[in-house]
């Protein structure tokens, strides 16, 4: 039996900015589908217009690589900072400071309003990256816990302890928040 830990987050744009990007490009399959999404379906739709303009297959390859590459970048930087806003917003309307507290049953989140649970018996594993702990089930990730609450390194090897006493996962070594 572990005491519980409590983490205060307060919902901040570059913890969603970072969420969206993993959400976006955090493993190689979401990472080719945003790729083919973002970059080459707009290409490719509009090489086949600018076809009625320019019949040259050269030029219709040429201006739609450019232009999938600049709404590539349009979807990946202005895109991910418009909904990291809306995210911000809706986080701030709903309260602005969140509580998350591991304990034996499971991982929750407390708002103003809401109040989430997941029991450990609902998450398979756990993977810590530099920013977030992920906690996944077994169709994807279920909860999140932000770093930007932990308020110290001896807060972070608690909160690494309590997660690797419960779930097998991918855990950084000696990390600070």
Not at 105 to 123: M, N, P, S
């Amino acid at each position: 039996m572990h005491e519980p830990v409590t983490v205060t987050w307060r919902p901040n744009l570059a913890d969603f900015r970072y969420a969206i990007s993993k959400g976006w490009w955090g493993t190689p399959e979401r990472m080719f589908r945003s790729a083919f999404l973002f970059f080459v379906i707009p290409g490719a739709v509009f090489g086949f217009l600018i076809g009625e303009l320019y019949p040259s297959l050269d030029a219709r390859l040429v201006s739609g690589a450019a232009f999938g590459l600049v709404c590539g970048v349009f979807i990946s930087v202005a895109v991910n900072w418009w909904l990291a806003r809306q995210l911000l917003r809706k986080a701030r309307r709903k309260g602005d400071v969140q509580q998350i507290t591991l304990n034996d049953e499971g991982i929750e989140r407390v708002l103003r309003d809401t109040h989430v649970k997941h029991a450990w018996t609902g998450i398979s594993r756990v993977e810590e990256d530099e920013r977030l702990f992920i906690l996944y089930g077994a169709s994807g990730p279920v909860a999140t816990l932000e770093k930007s609450g932990i308020a110290s390194r001896d807060q972070l090897l608690r909160v690494r302890g309590f997660l690797a006493a419960r779930k097998p996962g991918r855990y950084l070594k000696g990390a600070a928040p």
